[in-house]
């Protein structure tokens, strides 16, 4: 643990009031009474610790002691590490539905009937009024609830914005943000089957704020604020209430926290603590006080450290209690603690170094929330176990099968190093005695000297072959890994390997995303359980929010919405589902719908950032240039229709035949009123209607003819 997670973890916690003087002597019988009780808890997960050092054998490949001993020296010790592939697919698949590209698997809503302070309640009043006033209306209780719910909805959407700006840097630097604590609490609930994850501390940070000065311009001022912090907390150094049989009814829990001599004496200086304890036991113990545990033990015997000594006196080891306790015995050590709660067990934070009571308080969001209960320790549970309070991991799952193809690859491997090599039989008797049988290369000789009529058709040497049966072994490996795949969901189509798919049409882009969103089927539960962390993580930082940021625009009624789950279906199923509901959605359907957020969805669920888009100015004048460059489209349209009517009209004037003069200057007078007509916008209707009704359109003139005569009945037609 560094030096920044040291100070987070001892002053970063929500409450900030100091503590009063405690007394020793009360302060011994509480410490020695949560001593008693760590060594409860760490009996009593032993168990657990057994089964997570098989798990991470199985992960790294490493055969257990008990497995390992029964194997021959001369033998084949292989182990392939199909765990590791399962573990690290499982992994990257949840990530991947978790935390997609522009997407968040979590939202802040309002509640569904939100209550507002009566400051925030009276502004809404106040412009449903005025609203009312302008449009000459009364005021309704519709109107109320409905300004009331659109209030609420802002303000979850500014602390939805502000709380995704804090998970930017929640473990105290941009390098370790919410995405990277997440996957090593997947990672852990994956590989053991839990994982945890502690907070929201607090930490003091500097941040802008604009003001506006006297002379009405607004500066940037530096501000301090409290903004919160998570830490990851490794399965190995967490210790629950294993009487318990779900996790929300343990008594409380343990972390232990292994610290050098320096930041020991850090807390010494921090005013929450007692200063004179820790200062005290640092000059008695100068050597520490941390002894290996026999889980350390195994791990240090599988890594690079084993010639390291762990118990050479340079560090001191903390235990952290976070759970009920007596509300005698914190009275009794001096924290304050109503009359009305001196009966009740109370929850509690207990810091012990060695047995020695170094902090105790009551549990500050007990302070804070009164009636809400927030949680300080997150657990994400892989699979849940009815057996087990901690859950079952990957590894445990798959183990008989992991075995199974363990095995298998190395009697393989001893087959075959015995069938490939020549094994040769050699009756020394035949040969000469001179002859060399103990280098049989390339090119070798061999000189019999035998003229024995009963040995002529032996030969000297013959080569005995040995079936394998390597065509069996690796049919029954590839059983066992088929047995893998069932059990841990984890196929070729989960981990994205397509050759293997059902048939030429899912091979396709939207056809490949459909089998992958089966195969991602099998995923919803742990999802499920993921969202319940989820849940209870973004909750504390609501929590947090409320009481200790003081930006006015994110006070509200809120409720946290997970949405893993719904991130599950594949995407290009959900895109076609957009696409279609925009080509098949009719005029009247249109005038609901939110163009500018159903493009979004369509970016999101095609993996592209929303960056791409303009932003509402330039769409605006977009979409004015695009009307100028229709209009003049249309008016050039127009002009062209008219000058093509024109130039048909002309053309007819001409192939009149000119045998008759009076027909043809009557056709020409006609055909010139025709158009005269079309230059003042009489439609070609209405001229056909004058004609046929024996009328003129109003700017035609009449033409006048002289006599009958084959052009006279031409004009008349």
């Known amino acids: 643990m560094d030096m920044q997670t040291v100070n987070a973890s001892a002053d970063a916690v929500p409450s900030a009031p100091v503590q009063p003087v405690l007394n020793p002597e009360k302060l011994k019988r509480l410490g020695d009474q949560m001593a008693k009780d760590f060594e409860s ?38 182990y392939p590490k199909l765990t590791r592939v399962k573990c690290v697919s499982v992994l990257s698949r949840l990530m991947n539905l978790m935390f997609p590209v522009g997407e968040k698997n979590w939202t802040i809503a309002a509640s569904p009937v939100p ?102 311009v607004f500066r940037a001022v530096a501000v301090k604020a409290l903004m919160p912090q998570f830490e990851f907390v490794p399965i190995w150094d967490y210790y629950p209430d294993m009487s318990a049989k779900y996790l929300h009814q343990m008594d409380g829990q343990f972390q232990r926290i292994v610290m050098s001599r320096a930041q020991v004496r850090e807390l010494a200086d921090n005013p929450e603590f007692l200063s004179e304890v820790i200062k005290g036991y640092l000059k008695d113990h100068p050597k520490g006080n941390y002894k290996e545990r026999p889980f ?42 109503p009359d009305e709660k001196l009966g009740d067990s109370i929850k509690a934070v207990v810091w012990m170094l060695d047995g020695l009571v170094i902090r105790a308080d009551m549990n500050p969001w007990l302070l804070l929330e009164e009636e809400e209960r927030i949680n300080t320790f997150h657990v994400f549970i892989f699979e849940e176990d009815d057996a087990s309070l901690v859950g079952n991991g990957l590894p445990r799952v798959m183990r008989d099968s992991q075995m199974g193809v363990a095995a298998t690859v190395r009697m393989a491997i001893d087959n075959a190093s015995v069938t490939c090599g020549p094994i040769l039989e050699i009756n020394r008797g035949l040969l000469e005695s001179t002859q060399d049988t103990n280098n049989i290369g390339a090119y070798s000789r061999f ?40 059990e841990t969901f984890v ?75 719904t991130s ?57 240039a695009q009307s100028q460059k229709q209009q003049q489209q249309d008016a050039q ?60 359109p109003s700017g035609i003139v009449q033409p006048q003819t002289g006599g009958g005569g084959p052009g006279a009945k031409r004009a008349a037609h």
């Open 41 to 78: 808890y760490e009996k009593d997960r032993r168990n657990a610790e057994l089964q997570w050092t098989k798990n991470y054998r199985q992960y790294i490949g490493i055969y257990d002691p008990e497995i390992e001993r029964q194997l021959d020296d001369n033998r084949s010790k292989a």
């Open 115 to 216: 209550n507002l302070s009566e400051e925030d309640l009276t502004q809404v009043l106040a412009d449903v009024q005025k609203q009312a006033q302008e449009s000459g209306g009364a005021v309704t209780d519709a109107m109320i609830e409905h300004a009331v719910m659109e209030f609420a909805t802002a303000r979850a959407k500014n602390l939805e914005t502000e709380i995704e700006d804090q998970l930017a840097a929640v473990g105290g630097s941009k390098l370790v943000n919410y995405v990277t604590l997440c996957r090593k609490v997947m990672m852990s609930g994956i590989t053991y089957g839990m994982g945890v994850l502690k907070g929201p501390m607090a930490r003091e940070d500097m941040q802008r704020r604009w003001e506006q000065g006297g002379d009405g």
């Open 296 to 337: 350390e033990s195994e791990l240090r015997s599988m890594g690079v450290q084993t010639t390291v000594n762990q118990n050479d006196g340079r560090k001191y080891e903390i235990i952290l209690w976070d759970g009920f306790v007596s509300g005698d015995y914190l009275k009794g050590a001096g924290v304050e603690v």
């Open 447 to 486: 000189y019999r000297d035998d003229d024995s009529a009963a040995t002529a058709g032996i030969p000297a040497i013959r080569n005995i072959q040995i079936d394998g049966h390597l065509g069996d072994l690796m049919k029954l490996q590839e059983l066992f890994q088929s047995f893998a795949d069932i």
């Open 491 to 565: 196929n070729p189509a989960t981990g994205g390997d397509m050759q293997k798919g059902p048939s030429e049409p899912f091979r396709t882009a939207a056809g490949a995303s459909m089998l992958r969103g089966d195969a991602a089927l099998p995923f919803k539960d742990v999802v499920r359980n993921f969202d319940t962390f989820t849940q209870s993580v973004i909750g504390a930082l609501v929590a947090f929010n409320r009481h200790f940021n003081t930006k006015p625009t994110i006070k509200g009624d809120f409720q946290v919405v997970p949405r893993g789950s």
């Open 568 to 624: 599950l279906i594949a995407k290009e199923v959900r895109g076609m589902g957009y696409d279609e509901l925009a080509r098949s959605l009719t005029p009247q359907e249109m005038l609901y719908i939110d163009w500018k957020e159903l493009l979004r969805e369509r970016l999101s669920v095609r993996d592209m950032s929303q960056s791409v888009m303009v932003d509402d100015a330039e769409a605006t004048r977009r979409e004015q």
């Open 637 to 696: 349209m127009a002009e062209l229709m008219r000058a093509e009517v024109r130039k048909l009209l002309a053309d007819a004037v001409k192939s009149l035949t000119q045998s008759d003069k009076n027909a043809a200057a009557a056709d020409a007078t006609t055909f010139n009123a025709i158009l005269a007509a079309l230059e003042k916008n009489v439609t070609v209707p209405e001229i056909a209607a004058s004609r046929a009704g024996g009328g003129v």
